[in-house]
């Protein structure tokens, strides 16, 4: 018996290496790192200590720095490809040492980059699609049927992955959750003919497993047959390798289910009578220490392996990612309740407890295998940023190496267009132009200034009309239905004045119970805010109401050219005697974007000034935004302010308007601090970079 690989052999390895060699010839390869006590130990055990030399090639080494993890995992697919033009894949290998950070982005890229690969690292069982599914199943049945936990389930289902149906029952359960029971979901589903409507009565069958007692045997059997709801799609013609994978990995996934099963069972007191709940924890219990394998028998593939994996590879190259400090080396704190000193007191007395010291020497000889497992070369790399920015700390394994640091290659897809410059994104087609007329025929302020912003998110928001997930219950209370509370608030109070306390109170119930917002100390910390700022507003006297006559909530549709009209609605305008009128917006967001109003660019203020004069008959002289959140803030402009280029606002507008009917939407926002909130950015997907300085000395 032939042992490597050890860097500690604690007493319990000892005693089994004791009775190993009490029957075969026992031969143990130590590290360089080993303890002199360890050795000690093993010598006095019967072992004689043997030096071993050889011969060491010692590998070329390139140190790699990425802007980011992402572009560091692409310059590693890169110079893959650069390396497979003389050699084949099986003479890679990719050493990873944060395998959570750095496993999931390799895979995506190298399949992206048509690398082939395998990756020897296990994966838990209860984190498989098909486990979860089954699992999430019992597990919703339990929980009464949330709607919550059941629709995670249903979105695991095979075969239902581009349903539509799924798609509004989603939407249809996010509105109205927190809510349980199969009977109210199945009602939600759009078409009660479908498919989705038998899945659902599929899982009515567990109901009856609450009542049931048994033995762990029974109740073994009984889940065995849990994997008849897992109906993967059933194979058409040739399938690609990929697809072929994910087949095997769920009948892999299944069949150590069953395996829960039994040994769950083989836990329990095989003659006692017990629920289902205490045999679903043993049998939970379980599968959470179920690692799940999958053989990969291709040959030609480049070697994905994790630092410890790897001390049994010898590959002519080899990548090492991730050299920043607290990924390689691992950072070990000493424990609180657990020090060093305490430790290094129980290994005098022979009681044997690992050290800070001991970890640190491990993560130096991992990575010393590391670097002799290539025997040309070995490249190291690492990011300098982290992704919120943040400079990291390269590791301090890279001293070691005096050769110069090389900065990543930007890499991008091949050009879909010939030589020369693309064409800017757009519509062209005549049928779909002349749709684009039709809906533009009516078009409102905020609709035009979303197109200023940036044209794709007037697109993707105002044409293509994409439907935002509902929020979920925590998150209902948005800053746009608080705006909405406070305009109705406001607009009924103008109208018929009253204490304001009560009609919030009355309004805020009200919208409450219509859009399912759940009771909670983040909904009355709200509902308090904005109870204080409208009656701050209500106090304030900066806008005598005596000597003016107020209207509210004033639709107008206002024709602007020969095929144009612009729609929109004010939330307040007050007369004078003298038909001089003063126009008021009220917007419940931060004072700083209250107040970049100020700078005129947008076209809310003049066009509602416009739709004032044409739609009302009046003469504005006074145009204000009021911001009310957090303290009550006048914004705006008397008719001597008013910007000059106002005056040409209606052929600014329609200037726009052709750009829109002329299916102008490439991705291209005025001011890219607004991406944060736009609702496409995900398709979009812009990149925003700054430009590089060129001259020598900037």
């Known amino acids: 018996v032939w042992l490597n690989g050890f860097h500690t052999l604690p007493d319990p390895e000892l005693a089994v290496i004791d009775a190993i060699a009490r029957h075969a010839d026992v031969t143990i390869a130590l590290a360089e790192d080993a303890t002199e006590a360890m050795c000690a130990r093993l010598v006095a055990m019967g072992f004689p200590e043997e030096p071993f030399t050889r011969a060491r090639t010692f590998a070329a080494i390139a140190k790699v720095r990425a802007s980011s993890i992402e ?76 709607h919550a936990a ?53 899982l009515r069958t567990l109901e009856e497993w609450r009542s049931f007692e048994m033995t762990p ?30 087949w095997r990995s769920q009948a892999a996934a299944l069949d150590l289910l069953d395996e829960a099963f039994d ?65 390689f080396p691992q950072f070990h704190p000493q424990d609180p309740f657990f020090p060093d000193a305490a430790r290094c007191s129980l290994n005098a007395a022979r009681i044997r407890v690992r050290t800070v010291a001991e970890f640190e020497r491990e993560e130096r000889a991992l990575f010393d295998s590391a670097i002799a497992r290539a025997k040309m070369l070995a490249t190291l790399s690492y990011p ?130 219509e859009q399912h917002i759940p009771n909670g100390y983040h909904t009355e910390r709200l509902r308090n805010a904005m109870l204080q700022d409208l009656e701050r507003f209500a106090c304030d006297q900066s806008w005598p109401r005596l000597g003016f006559t107020s209207q509210q909530e004033l639709e107008f549709v206002s024709p602007l050219g020969d095929s144009l009209e612009i729609s929109g609605r004010i939330d307040r305008i007050d007369t004078a005697r003298d038909g001089t009128a003063r126009i008021v917006d009220y917007k419940y967001s931060a004072v700083q974007r209250v107040k970049e109003k100020k700078n005129g660019k947008g076209l809310q203020a003049p066009l509602y000034l416009l739709a004032a004069e044409k739609t009302f008959g009046v003469r504005p002289v006074r145009m204000f935004f009021i911001g009310l959140k957090g303290g009550v803030e006048y914004v705006g402009w008397d008719e001597g302010e008013f ?56």
């Open 71 to 146: 572009r560091e995992v692409e310059e590693i697919a890169r110079r893959v490809l650069e390396q497979a033009k003389g050699r084949p894949f099986r003479e890679m290998g990719i050493i990873v040492r944060s395998a959570d950070t750095y496993v999931p982005l390799l895979r995506a890229t190298l399949e992206r980059f048509g690398i082939p690969a395998r990756f020897y690292f296990e994966t838990d069982t209860e984190r498989h699609p098909a486990t979860r599914f089954l699992t999430g199943a019992v597990d919703a049945m339990l929980g009464g049927w949330d």
């Open 150 to 202: 059941t629709l995670q389930v249903l979105r695991l289902t095979p075969r239902f992955s581009g349903s539509a149906t799924l798609d509004r029952l989603d939407f249809a359960v996010r509105e109205q959750i927190p809510n349980a029971g199969l009977g109210s979901l199945k009602a939600l589903v759009p078409n009660p003919e479908s498919r989705l409507v038998r899945l659902i009565d599929s």
């Open 217 to 246: 045997a029974d109740w073994a059997a009984r889940f065995r047959t849990l994997r008849n709801l897992f109906r993967p799609a059933r194979p058409q013609g040739d399938e690609d390798r990929a697809l072929a994978l994910e």
């Open 263 to 327: 040994e769950a069972a083989q836990a329990l007191d095989p003659q006692r009578l017990i629920g289902l709940a205490e045999y679903w924890r043993a049998t939970k219990s379980v599968l959470r220490l179920k690692p799940l394998r999958l053989e990969d028998g291709r040959r030609n593939v480049v070697h994905v392996l994790s630092a410890h994996e790897a001390r049994q590879w010898v590959l002519p190259v080899v990548f090492i990612c991730g050299m920043v400090e607290k990924q």
């Open 384 to 513: 300098e940023f982290d992704a919120r920015g943040d400079r990291l700390l390269p590791s301090r394994f890279l001293e070691d190496f005096a050769v110069p640091v090389e900065d990543a290659r930007t890499i991008r897809p091949q050009p879909r267009y010939p030589a020369g410059i693309p064409a800017a994104p757009a519509i062209r087609t005549p049928v779909m132009l002349s749709v684009l007329k039709e809906r533009t025929a009516r078009i409102s302020p905020s609709a035009l200034e979303s197109f200023l912003q940036c044209p794709f998110q007037y697109f993707g928001t105002r044409q293509l009309r994409l439907k935002l997930p509902p929020k979920r219950p925590e998150d209902r209370l948005s800053f746009l239905l608080q705006g909405n509370i406070v305009h109705d608030v406001l607009a009924e109070w103008y109208a018929q004045p009253q204490e304001i306390g009560p009609l919030f109170h009355r309004i805020f119930e009200r919208i409450s119970e």
């Open 643 to 698: 910007p000059a280029e106002w005056q040409s606002t209606s052929d600014r507008v329609l200037r726009i308007v052709e750009q829109i009917r002329g299916g102008v939407l490439a991705p291209a926002p005025a001011d890219t601090g607004n991406c944060y909130f736009c609702d496409v950015r995900d398709v979009c997907r812009i990149e925003t970079v700054k430009p590089r300085a060129v001259e020598e000395g900037a």
